[in-house]
């Protein structure tokens, strides 16, 4: 693309949107449409809304794709002829109510539901020593949820000094991914009046590496991930260490913050984290998961690595009872069917990491249309859900670029800017 083309296409953007935290100009508040401190749009003085700031769009990255082969710009050949409408198994919104539980039970196979506990919690903490700095914080509270084994996740929740809203976002950072995509995206929330409760995997960042031998528990065991089969049994899976904070963590602020909604973004593992909780928690309002996951027969195609497997948590073969109810393309529509709902997807055609290439087109298409039809009310004609992909070019990066960034805070501006 030629500079002159270059700027033709991001100029109006760019005459927009006061850069943010974000890295990236692109928010409602730029475009000369009514915001609040917050960054939410307003009503106008007759009470309208005003019309909607332009989504941001950016072109690819010519120098990152001159870099990549072929495979990061075609699509594979084995997802060639796969019919994704035949692989899903929901077609109506009582499907999708139906399946939910059923999947939960899987998680909690004590219980079969969603745990109804709430963490202890330590209010006004100081600045955690484990966290990147952030400005505009009013205070820290610190979140301990008590689980299976001795183990003892932490969840810290950070609170704005601006707070314009009763919104709140989880952000959660995956298998220990540099806190700078953690410190942008938060700094970007908070600085949008987003109140915001922070996440990590089970033995990364700021949770503890040890737990409970299956066997004897006075002998602390140091596992990873592709461990965790050991503490597999028929009335406990640890699924339940990776999904069972955010639940709790969800209790807690729908009974103290008594939020208008609840949204969720993550990378990587947090990405994996932020497709499978709003599948199986309504609460979650919106949800923007990051290079966290592909459908099973998508992955042998991502170029790097080749086949792409996930971990432990994310693989058919060691999750044969929840995989087995539903793949990917389903469990993306219980995060979006709903009242209010949606998830944007967003993967990095250039990831350094994984779940890159441009497989996704294979069903993008697809699970946008079936998850239109199920959300459509016949009554009101109102869409109750929504889905779509974002992939992003712009970079080569295991990352949310500070251009994803811009769109999530786009669509949160967009979409839920009418809430109180």
């Given at each position: 693309m030629?500079?002159m ?6 100029g109006?953007?760019?005459?927009l ?5 974000t890295?990236?100009t ?14 939410a749009?307003?009503?106008t ?28 710009k075609?699509?594979?050949?084995v997802v060639?002829?796969v019919d994704v409408?035949d ?8 499907d ?10 899987q998680?909690?196979?004590d219980?079969?539901?969603l745990?109804t506990?709430?963490p ?13 700095a952030?400005?505009g914080?009013?205070r ?5 949820v008590?689980?299976r084994?001795?183990y003892?996740?932490t969840v ?17 950072n995956?298998h ?7 410190q ?16 990590a995997?089970?033995?990364?960042h ?9 066997a004897?528990?006075t002998?602390?065991?140091q ?10 049994s ?5 699924l339940a260490l990776f999904?069972e ?7 807690h602020?729908?009974a ?10 993550g ?6 984290a ?9 609460r ?12 099973f027969?998508?992955?042998p195609g ?8 996930g971990?432990?948590?994310q ?18 529509a219980l ?11 967003i993967?990095n ?8 290439g ?8 697809a ?8 959300g ?10 929504h889905w779509?992909?974002l992939?992003?070019a712009?970079h ?8 994803a960034?811009?769109?999530i ?8 800017a009418?809430?109180?």
């Amino acid at each position: 693309m030629s500079a002159m083309k270059r700027r033709s296409v991001l100029g109006a953007f760019g005459t927009l949107a006061a850069t943010t935290a974000t890295g990236w100009t692109a928010t409602a508040a730029a475009a000369g449409t009514p915001t609040d401190a917050g960054g939410a749009v307003t009503e106008t003085p007759n009470g309208a809304r005003p019309q909607p700031a332009p989504r941001p769009v950016a072109p690819v990255n010519a120098e990152i794709a001159a870099a990549h082969t072929a495979a990061y710009k075609t699509l594979p050949q084995v997802v060639v002829g796969v019919d994704v409408e035949d692989l899903m198994k929901i077609h109506t919104a009582e499907d999708a109510e139906a399946l939910r539980p059923q999947l939960v039970a899987q998680v909690w196979k004590d219980t079969g539901v969603l745990p109804t506990g709430l963490p202890t919690v330590h209010r006004d903490v100081g600045t955690p020593a484990e966290l990147p700095a952030f400005t505009g914080v009013r205070r820290y509270d610190k979140l301990e949820v008590a689980m299976r084994f001795g183990y003892v996740a932490t969840v810290f929740l950070v609170e704005p000094v601006q707070r314009t809203h009763r919104r709140i976002a989880f952000y959660h950072n995956g298998h220990g991914e540099p806190l700078d995509t953690l410190q942008r995206t938060t700094q970007g929330l908070l600085d949008h009046g987003y109140t915001v409760l922070l996440f990590a995997m089970p033995f990364y960042h700021w949770n503890p590496k040890t737990l409970q031998d299956p066997a004897d528990p006075t002998v602390q065991q140091q596992p990873s991930h592709n461990d965790l089969n050991l503490w597999e049994s028929a009335e406990y899976s640890p699924l339940a260490l990776f999904l069972e904070p955010l639940a709790v963590a969800m209790n807690h602020v729908q009974a103290t913050e008594r939020p208008s909604s609840v949204q969720m973004i993550g990378l990587s593992g947090g990405g994996w984290a932020t497709t499978i909780y709003p599948a199986l928690d309504p609460r979650i309002t919106r949800s923007y998961p990051t290079a966290g996951s592909l459908p099973f027969f998508v992955r042998p195609g991502s170029p790097k690595p080749s086949p792409t497997r996930g971990d432990w948590e994310q693989r058919q073969d060691k999750q044969p009872g929840f995989y087995g109810l539903a793949d990917f393309p389903d469990i993306y529509a219980l995060a979006a069917v709903g009242k209010n709902r949606r998830q944007v997807q967003i993967l990095n055609r250039f990831d350094e990491c994984c779940f890159n290439g441009v497989g996704h087109r294979s069903y993008e298409a697809a699970v946008r249309q079936r998850i239109a039809v199920i959300g459509t009310d016949a009554t009101s004609n109102e869409a109750n859900g929504h889905w779509e992909l974002l992939e992003d070019a712009t970079h080569g990066d295991h990352t949310i670029s500070p251009y994803a960034l811009s769109v999530i805070l786009w669509d949160l501006d967009e979409h839920c800017a009418h809430l109180p």
